[in-house]
């Protein structure tokens, strides 16, 4: 009983070598091949891929003519916009143009933010080549930990905006990107929420005394958001699976590389 304790404890030592050796610098290197995929599509600077010049052109309108807005996205920042929406006042209705030109763009911080939260993501793996010796679960699962954390913050930047109270939106240096400067009631904005590219117009209203905000929203999709965030996702997913497999052994502590049982195991 004891002898076959002892073979099964060994078998499981050799097992988790195995993998520690073999299979862990075979996940990470899938999960780097997709996260190089995943930075061969921003439109910035990243990972030996240069997109910075990118551009496409979209299209963000309304039903009944209420908002038209015809953007140029250049890498992260919109390099170029006509921008025409309607604003109600009292009883009157008015045409509002203004317009983002090439000399001052409109900086979209999210999509700076996720592509350096995934390059983070592929140091941490290049930090563990493959000639790299794990000699514990845990170790494994710290190099796991930091990839899967830094992909987590870079999808949740491109999926949940970070909201910003109406007084910042006004007083935002991306504001000044306008020509001509818009009233002071009023405020735009630009944003990545998943796949789509919002426009947001904020009208500010005095009701009695209290400060209100109407808002009204335009929407495109945008193909390459769709991509990266299909990558993160995969990515998010090959990472997990992947600790899930150490954390079968890690419940074994005393095993360490070369370590190889004396005395048989309690499982």
């Not at 099964?8 to 997709?34: P, T």
């Not at 916009?81 to 009157?92: L, P, S």
């Not at 090439?102 to 140091?123: E, F, G, S, T």
């Amino acid at each position: 009983m004891v002898d076959c304790e002892k073979e099964e404890a060994l078998n499981l030592q050799k097992e988790f070598e195995w993998v520690l050796h073999q299979e862990v610098h075979k996940g990470l290197e899938q999960i780097h091949q997709i996260l190089a995929e995943c930075a061969g599509r921003f439109p910035v600077r990243l990972y030996g891929h240069d997109n910075s010049s990118k551009q496409d052109k979209f299209v963000l309108s309304v039903p009944s003519d209420q908002v038209k807005c015809v953007v140029t996205l250049t890498g992260d920042s919109i390099t170029h916009a006509d921008i025409t929406f309607k604003v109600t006042r009292q009883t009157n209705t008015t045409i509002v143009r203004t317009s983002i030109q090439n000399d001052c763009p409109w900086k979209l911080q999210q999509v700076q933010d996720a592509a350096n939260h995934l390059q983070q993501a592929i140091n941490h793996i290049d930090d563990v080549g493959k000639n790299y010796k794990f000699k514990s679960s845990d170790e494994v699962l710290h190099v796991l930990g930091n990839i899967l954390g830094s992909l987590q913050r870079g999808r949740t930047s491109l999926i949940v905006p970070r909201k910003r109270p109406i007084d910042d939106l006004i007083r935002s240096l991306n504001m000044k990107s306008l020509n001509p400067n818009l009233s002071e009631d009023l405020a735009i904005s630009f944003y990545i929420q998943s796949h789509k590219l919002i426009f947001a117009i904020y009208q500010l209203t005095n009701n009695h005394g209290t400060m209100k905000y109407d808002s009204t929203h335009a929407e495109s999709s945008v193909p390459w958001l769709n991509e990266v965030l299909v990558f993160f996702t995969v990515g998010l997913q090959l990472c997990q699976q992947l600790k899930d497999k150490i954390c079968v052994f890690s419940q074994y502590k005393d095993f360490t590389v070369g370590s190889r049982p004396s005395s048989p195991h309690q499982v």
